[in-house]
């Protein structure tokens, strides 16, 4: 599984580099020093050093309490259910979101369980998510993870190590093997939807393929309001296939696919490069960043990605 492009960042993932074929928790932990370490808190204008307040694409608030009705209150604000309850009117009082939501969206369809230069692309996918997960918490967001499942729960959202830990942890079980429910990237992204507020980020691990199957019109929607970043995860193989006779396993069959042939490449293309091609020029046209990420790639190359203030193409 190692090959020339086989590089790290640091010793530490060096030391605990995994088989490539399936993630450990090890080396998603060691990651963390490639992920630029601890940012200092920003200091504002009054000299109040902590985190800083979410840059609010939307109105950035968070419920606080209620409290009864005075006479000027917003009756926008109005607590229906508390009203109707107590029999005096109650109006709600909001507060500035703090801290901002890092989520981090997992694709799991089977086409991501295979690589041929350095790791799996399912392993990549890993990594990568792990980097995000360690880049929120050096942010000083809440990190949570979801895949698209009608059964499985998102992992809650959670600030520092522990809620990075707790995503690790999922991107490991998912990123093993297929999971046996996958209901595809469509429904992760109506999960995300219903998880995310103004002003959060969100990160998505995703086939090509399975970002071609998500309606254009969906992506504005999220980017209007959120930080969206998608990695495109690919294989050199997927990208350059050699003009020769290869040799595949299908339901227990030998096929053999003459990629020599002009016709036979065409297909491969169609199949593979053009859904990235597609990818790259309608993600950034409705405010999404956008990277390839193959196999062989530094799990972390995507990191300037983060905080553009306009979409870039990598």
């Not at 009117?89 to 230069?117: C, M, N, W």
Request: aromatic residues 4%.
């Amino acid at each position: 599984m190692r090959g020339p492009h086989d590089t790290v960042a640091a010793p530490e993932v060096a030391a605990h580099a995994g088989d490539g074929i399936t993630p450990c928790l090890s080396e998603l932990v060691a990651l963390r020093a490639v992920a630029g370490g601890r940012r200092q808190a920003q200091r504002g204008r009054l000299g109040v050093s902590g985190h800083a307040l979410s840059p609010l694409r939307g109105r950035g608030m968070e419920y606080a309490e209620s409290r009864e009705y005075s006479i000027g209150d917003d009756a926008r604000h109005i607590d229906w259910r508390l009203t109707a309850r107590t029999g005096r009117a109650h109006t709600k009082l909001f507060q500035a979101e703090r801290e901002r939501l890092s989520l981090i969206v997992a694709d799991t369809s089977p086409s991501l369980y295979f690589g041929t230069r350095v790791r799996f692309k399912s392993v990549q996918a890993a990594r990568a998510g792990a980097v995000a997960a360690w880049a929120a918490v050096r942010d000083g967001d809440r990190v949570a993870a979801l895949r698209g499942s009608l059964r499985e729960p998102p992992v809650t959202p959670a600030a520092g190590p522990r809620g990075a830990l707790r995503v690790l942890d999922a991107l490991v079980r998912w990123y093993t093997r297929p999971p046996a429910e996958d209901a595809g990237l469509d429904v992760a992204l109506d999960h995300a939807a219903r998880l995310l507020r103004p002003g959060s980020r969100l990160v998505l691990l995703a086939d090509p393929r399975s970002v071609a199957a998500i309606a254009p019109q969906r992506w504005p929607a999220l980017a209007q309001h959120h930080e969206v970043i998608v990695l495109l995860l690919s294989d050199l193989l997927e990208s350059q296939p050699p003009k020769t006779m290869l040799p595949f396993s299908s339901g227990g069959r030998r096929v053999e696919l003459d990629l020599a042939a002009a016709t036979s490449r065409q297909r491969w293309r169609e199949e593979f490069s053009a859904p990235i091609e597609a990818a790259l020029r309608m993600l950034p046209a409705r405010g999404v960043r956008v990277q390839v990420l193959s196999s062989h790639d530094d799990s972390e190359s995507w990191l300037p990605l983060l905080g553009r203030s306009r979409p870039l193409v990598a």
